[in-house]
């Protein structure tokens, strides 16, 4: 069965350094997401990616994030510059078609960042 | 904006017993509503979606929801709870036009024997 892959599935990094965290979602999906979980909060969504732009994002998605769809089959999520309050749990989701029609989306494994 | 509720951050049941795990939306419109299931060091798993085609939905494992407009609920249930149904369990709503899930705050289900 298809599913969306994720790596690495724990990265430790120091505050102001620069993380990229990869995401291979499902081959024939065409929507991409990013979610992320801080502990013991919500799961929040973060960007959505749609034929090589963002089509959606929230408030926490702020100049210190990019995303990229930088071959056919991996899509990342760049932190410019870590902060303690990033440290969460990253989760990458893809759908075949818009989520806008209720399509479901896939979630990958997670991504634990935790910065120092 | 949208948002769900979900009410009891535990559920605890005895296995073979009725699983009631609840979920409240706000939504000015009729949203697209979720449950997704996390087992330990996993992703979120669909167990099953609303998106207006019929108020009772079947999912996997036996789980099913039902869409009351009336009182806003998409509550999930399982008639038997089995030992393997322990995991977290999210509600989430999409409103039409937009792409994101708002999730709520999740409920463990413990099941014990």
């Known amino acids: 069965e298809p599913e969306v892959t994720q790596t690495p599935s724990h990265q430790v990094t120091q505050m102001g350094q620069e993380v990229i965290l990869r995401c291979v979602p499902i081959?024939?999906?065409?929507?991409f997401y990013w979610y992320r979980q801080i502990l013991g909060q919500k799961v929040e969504f973060l960007v959505s990616f749609y034929n090589n732009e963002i089509s959606e994002k929230s408030e926490i998605f702020d100049d210190q994030f990019s995303v990229e769809r930088p071959d056919g089959s991996n899509f990342t999520l760049k932190i410019r510059s870590t902060k303690l309050e990033d440290s969460a749990m990253y989760f990458c989701?893809?759908?075949?078609?818009?989520?806008?029609?209720?399509?479901?989306?896939?979630f990958g494994p997670g991504t634990r960042l935790t910065v120092l | 904006a949208q948002s769900v509720t979900q009410l009891g951050s535990h559920v605890s049941v005895s296995e073979g017993a009725l699983v009631l795990l609840r979920c409240n939306y706000s939504?000015?419109?009729?949203?697209?509503l979720f449950w997704y299931v996390q087992y330990p060091n996993q992703g979120l798993q669909l167990l099953l979606k609303?998106?207006?085609?019929?108020?009772l939905v079947k999912g996997i494992n036996g789980f099913e929801a039902e869409f009351k407009k009336s009182e806003t609920s998409f509550h999930l249930t399982k008639p038997s709870a089995h030992m393997s149904d322990a995991a977290e369990y999210f509600c989430?709503?999409?409103?039409?036009?937009?792409?994101?899930?708002?999730f709520g705050t999740g409920t463990r289900l413990l099941v014990s024997p």
């Open positions: 081959s024939n999906h065409l929507y």
């Open positions: 609303y998106t207006s085609a019929a108020t």
């Open positions: 939504s000015s419109v009729p949203p697209y």
């Open positions: 989430a709503v999409m409103n039409t036009g937009f792409q994101k899930l708002v």
């Open positions: 989701a893809s759908s075949e078609a818009d989520g806008r029609v209720g399509s479901e989306q896939f």
